[in-house]
């Protein structure tokens, strides 16, 4: 078969899935609403092809007749068509790309490119096989999930699509007979039906713990079992390397974090109590998959002492255990792992009465203080983690209080009850290395190695915590309550009238003091109050959950030294924080981390970082960090504040400038990159996006968001998720121990993109802040007020009760716009200001080839602008401006839009050698073009729904409708927020 034709082959096979899913949909509709109703949603579909193709007045005026004609039934119909179509080709796109990777595998192909295979055989070649070990014991990889949802699908639709995959899954791994065969189409059908007939939208906003619970079913789905799986591949594809591996287990290196449920930037629903209730609920998580996968490996080691022998450690957690059935007395290994479970049930029983809440377990407290000299057996001088409060006692050292559960009305039937609890999740890694252990001693290291060795790395990724949670506040309610909290124990003191200089010697003075300012006996205001108690909280989980369980504190609006003393007081104020002294080191238990997001803050970021270093209490607090500092970068607001070039940009010179400032001190940096799933904010492919980092900026440390759709995207599927997860190991071993890909750009490539980007940012700034009526024209030609209204997640739209673009989130800002179909923070300006580059250097166009083609940065940069605009359309845009009543206004600034548009493609096109959008990514040209059929009804619909809501209609239908139309859209787009 020639290249050509294997190409086809491989297409035709998700050709054939989504026309398949495509009938079952058609069959769904014409059994529910008849033939009327799906001719009608086929010749809607055919009159968007054509306007599409044509662009053609005639066809548009067809096409409005038809939407103008609808009812709000139909009208609601035709949306929900559209967008489940999408649903179920991103679905078939998935399934494809796993059908792919297998054939790859299953071919013997050499390792793809992002995988980590690829990545171990590159840093081979390299002729640094040596180094894996330096690598890993500094590594630190985490994708972090926030709390910024722009994912508008239900949890029960995402279920559904989920019973689709693994339905088409099944199609591609089983040979199947006839019968099989018809099961699996009914088993589609089947799905298809009930995702029909699923409500779609959400019909009350989202609580704080709703967007928990769906960022834990991603953990349920793919991270509990991917994660652990990745380390195991990884540790054998490193012994067929080196055998020393065999006998040394990778250290933790990848961890999940989360935001949700710790973010209180603009969120006022992120309370103490929410940070406690998420704490619990993820322990409980973590808790119930070590119990599921426990019970599991005890009906396999199903090992008579008779016939295989085991350790007298192994054998004394036997004889503890409480299963003591004659049937089992000579099977050691089962009633170990029985006993194991038991004491795991107690730590869960535990936390199912502190759920009941801590406001309610001043019994179970009471108790437990009682209980506070009663020290476990064996467990002498261990700190209590891994317990939540109503089975630990923060000052008490180790306690068995078992019994502060019975008092919060556990009675002695629950699971778990009598055992003692595990006060730590190394107590439960221990004895699982005594199974572990034990079988490798006695020749079964075969099945040490099956279900036993991933939970051993789940116990070690996830303790009992499950994910660390940052926390995140904006600058100014630091500022605020540090100004209160001095006033009240310093009278006179006015914090905020202080200089920077005046206010960095008050905070350090207040470090140095071992006194503490807050007292119980103030009455704080209620930002303060809650401020505090949110500090509280992270005390009580560090001696609850273990020091793992909240790591990050991050500033956001971070703009001088000021800001992280502020913190560090607020930490020190709840023993989290302590400067040394002749007796005792600094120590601190959370990492401080500003945010810089703005392109001011970015440009001004590397010169607070060496003031702040050349601080002699900060760099003595850093020592009990590891010398190590993060520091984030925000590519939202950069963006919305500069425009999209100017932002990479900055962000880029800031890494580099960073770079020297921590290499001049001696501190080790990590990165936390800030990015949407929309290239907007940052968004676009990991792997390219970490490798084009500059020289010295990775060094095996990287931190991700992961935001909105791209959580779905990347992670609702297992398997797909764990080709995310290797993709960001891959790119961070080659990032860190392989040579950087291009040369270094010299001083005219430099020079180059300072012009593009001074150029591009005062094309942006013109149109967005300083052309009269724009806020206007945004607000009423996107579906912006709608989302605003759209139950998508707990944070308001705006930061302050206003229609300011300056005040506008980052995240509506970008869907609004990719709703429309305009993109426009993902491409405008760059035309402009390339445009003005050739007309100042006529030959200048040779060196911006070059630059695509040496310069990773550059090249990503483009390659991302490039996925935006084809996504883009500007005539299906022209019909959003028509939403705008003022027709002056409408025409000069779409005007300006359009003519951006066209010379920002004209120049892609001459930079990369392009003829046609995406030409050089054929596999997302083809998935762009084959979804368009499909959004394109959506895009059309939407307008004439807004222009009927906006006319006043009222009929609930039509809201509805129009927050259908934008779950279809992103659905579409899969990356628009």
């Given amino acids: 078969m020639d290249g050509s034709k294997s190409v086809e082959f491989k297409d035709e096979l998700l050709g054939r899935d989504i026309r398949q899913l495509g009938r079952m949909l058609g069959d769904t509709i014409r059994t529910q609403h008849g033939d009327e109703a799906f001719n009608r949603i086929e010749n809607v579909r055919q009159l968007a092809i054509r306007f599409r193709r044509e662009q053609d007045a005639g066809v548009q005026a067809q096409l409005e007749e038809a939407l103008h004609a609808l009812s709000p039934d139909e009208t609601s119909q035709l949306i929900r068509a559209f967008g489940y179509f999408s649903l179920l080709s991103n679905i078939a796109e998935d399934q494809h790309h796993s059908r792919r990777s297998r054939a790859h595998l299953l071919a013997g192909s050499a390792p793809r490119i992002g995988s980590m295979a690829k990545a171990v055989q590159n840093v081979v070649n390299a002729g640094r096989t040596g180094a894996f070990g330096d690598f890993f014991a500094e590594a630190h990889i985490s994708p972090v999930f926030t709390a910024h949802p722009t994912e508008v699908q239900r949890k029960s639709t995402l279920n559904c699509q989920m019973a689709i995959a693994r339905e088409l899954d099944e199609r591609d791994r089983v040979q199947m007979t006839p019968e099989e065969q018809e099961q699996n189409d009914e088993a589609l059908a089947r799905g298809i039906h009930t995702l029909w007939q699923t409500r779609l939208l959400r019909t009350a906003k989202l609580s704080v713990l709703d967007e928990v619970e769906n960022g834990l079913s991603f953990f349920d789905r793919t991270i509990l079992s991917g994660l652990p799986q990745l380390y195991s591949n990884l540790q054998d594809m490193l012994t067929k390397l080196d055998t020393r591996w065999a006998g040394e287990e990778l250290p933790t290196f990848m961890k999940v974090g989360s935001w949700i449920g710790g973010d209180r930037d603009g969120n006022p629903f992120v309370t103490a109590t929410v940070l406690r209730a998420t704490l619990q609920r993820q322990a409980d998580v973590a808790l119930e998959h070590y119990l599921a996968e426990l019970h599991k490996l005890a009906s396999q080691l199903s090992l008579a002492q008779t016939m295989a022998g085991c350790s007298e450690q192994l054998r004394q957690l036997a004889d503890a255990s409480p299963d003591q059935s004659p049937h089992r007395i000579d099977e050691p290994y089962r009633r170990a792992i029985y006993g194991i479970h038991n004491r795991l049930a107690a730590n869960r029983a535990c936390l199912a009465a502190a759920g009941a809440g801590y406001a309610a377990n001043t019994a179970v407290n009471a108790v437990a203080n009682t209980a506070a000299n009663a020290a476990a057996p064996g467990n002498s001088g261990a700190p209590l983690q891994g317990c939540t409060a109503a089975w630990q006692v923060p000052s008490a050292g180790v306690a068995t209080i078992w019994p502060a559960a019975a008092a919060a009305g556990y009675a002695p039937s629950q699971p778990g009850a009598g055992a003692q609890p595990y006060l730590s999740a190394q107590e439960l890694l221990a004895d699982l290395e005594t199974v572990h252990e034990s079988l490798v001693a006695h020749g079964s290291a075969v099945l040490a190695r099956g279900r036993l060795r991933q939970l051993r790395r789940a116990v070690k990724v996830f303790g009992f915590s499950l994910a660390p949670i940052d926390l995140r506040q904006n600058s100014d309610v630091h500022e605020r309550v540090v100004a209160e909290i001095l006033a009240s124990a310093r009278p006179g003191t006015d914090y905020a009238a202080l200089t920077e200089a005046e206010r960095c010697a008050l905070l350090l003075e207040e470090l140095h003091t071992p006194r503490l300012l807050i007292s119980p006996f103030t009455a704080y205001s209620e930002e303060t109050s809650g401020e505090l108690a949110i500090f509280r909280a992270v005390s009580e989980a560090h001696r609850t959950y273990g020091a793992e369980s909240i790591t990050n504190y991050i500033i956001s609006k971070a703009d001088s030294v000021s800001d992280l003393l502020e913190v560090a007081l607020l930490l020190k104020e709840h023993g989290l924080l302590r400067a040394g002294s002749v007796t005792l080191e600094s120590s601190m ?389």
């Fill in 589 to 977: 238990a959370v990492n401080i981390i500003p945010l810089f997001e703005t392109i001011d803050d970015l440009r001004a970021g590397p010169a607070i970082m060496d003031r702040a270093f050349r601080l002699p209490l900060y760099m003595d607090l850093l020592k009990s960090r590891g010398s190590l500092h993060e520091v984030m970068l925000g590519y939202s607001d950069s963006n919305k504040d500069g425009g999209f070039l100017t932002s990479g940009w900055e962000l880029y010179k800031a890494e580099i400038e960073l770079v020297e400032v921590f290499k001049r001190h001696g501190i080790k940096m990590r990165l936390f990159h800030g990015r949407g799933g929309s290239v907007g904010r940052g968004g676009g492919p990991s792997y390219e996006a970490i490798l084009a980092q500059p020289q010295g900026a990775v060094q095996g440390r990287i931190r991700l968001t992961e935001q909105g759709e791209v959580i779905t995207a990347k992670y609702a599927n297992p398997e797909v998720g764990r080709r995310n997860l290797e993709v960001m190991v891959a790119a961070t071993m080659e990032a860190t121990m392989l040579p950087a890909r291009g040369a270094e750009p010299d001083a005219a490539q430099l020079a180059a993109m300072q012009a593009l980007s001074d150029e591009a940012m005062r094309s942006y700034r013109s149109l967005v802040y300083e052309t009269e009526g724009f806020e206007t024209y945004f607000w009423e030609s996107t579906v912006i007020s709608e989302i605003a209204a759209l139950n998508i997640g707990s944070r308001p739209a705006s930061r302050k009760k206003s229609t300011s673009i300056e005040d506008l989130r980052a995240i509506p800002w970008v869907l609004s716009w990719a709703q429309c179909r305009v993109m426009l923070p993902g491409w405008f300006g760059f035309g402009s200001a390339v445009q003005k580059f050739l007309d100042q250097q006529p030959d200048g166009l040779a060196l911006l080839q070059k630059m695509y083609r040496d310069w990773p940065f550059f090249n990503t940069v483009l390659s991302n602008m490039d996925m935006v605009l084809a996504k883009s359309d500007i005539a299906i845009a022209s019909r959003y401006a028509t939403l705008v009543s003022d027709v002056a206004l409408r025409e000069t600034i779409f005007g300006r839009i359009r003519a951006e548009h066209e010379s920002t493609i004209a120049a892609l096109k001459a930079i990369t050698g392009q003829e046609e959008l995406q030409d050089a990514n054929p596999l997302l040209q083809r998935s762009i073009r084959n979804r368009f059929p499909y959004i394109d009804p959506l895009n059309h619909l939407q307008v004439e729904l807004l222009r009927r809501f906006r006319d006043g209609d009222s009929d609930p239908a039509t809201r509805e409708g129009i927050h259908l139309s934008i779950n279809g859209i992103a659905a579409g787009l899969r990356n628009s927020g």
